[in-house]
C-alpha cells in the first residue's frame, strides 16, 4: 500500500458529499491496487492537477486540450512519483510554459475521481479508465509567456474565471471546475 499518497488522502477534509465519494473511493483504491501511481494500472491511476490563478483570482490559466477538445486545467499522471504536488507543479510548468508557478495552500485544493473515456494517445489505443486526481491551488505570472505543448494542447491562454464554465465543452467537467472556483474563493478571500 502506498502509505504517502493513503495518509494524505486520509488526511484531507472532503467539502462535500461528492468529495466524501471520491475520498473513500481513492482509500479503497490505494489498499485494494498495489500500483496505483503508474498507467500499467489499466483500471485507473492518479493524476494531480494544478488550479492556476493569477494574482488577483481573476483569470484562470487553462490549455485547450487535443484529446478532449475543450478547454482543461492542466495535470498528468504521477507516473511512478509518490508526491502528488510535485506532479501538479511539474505538468503546471509543461503545460504552458510558465517558468514560475508558486503553491499558494500546501493541502490538497479538491479532490475527484474522473472518468477518461476511450481515447488514442500517440498511435495506441487506451480504455476507459480512472483517474484518481488531486488539484493544488497555484499562482502564476501572466505577464510571463505562455507555450504550449504540441503533444497535449494546442492552445494556452488565461480565462477570466466568470467565462470558464461557458467556454469548456466537456458537460462532465462544468461541476468540477464549478467546486474550483468556489473552493478557490474560500482559500483566496478568507
Known sequence: MNRQLYDLINAYEAVSEQEQADRQVMLDFITTFEDVTTRNNRFGHFSASPWIINEDATNVLMVYH?????????????????????????????????????LLYHQPLALDVLAVPPHVRRGVFVSSHIHLNITYLCMGDESETLMIKPDENSAVRWIPVSEVLSIVQEKDMKPVYEKLIQATKRFVHS
Do not use: V
Not at 482543461?72 to 502528488?84: E, M, N, R
Open 66 to 102: 487535443r484529446i478532449y477538445q475543450s478547454w482543461s486545467w492542466c495535470g498528468g499522471h504521477l507516473d511512478g512519483d509518490f508526491d502528488p504536488l510535485d506532479t501538479a507543479i511539474r505538468e503546471g510548468k509543461e503545460e504552458t510554459g510558465l517558468t514560475k508557478l508558486s
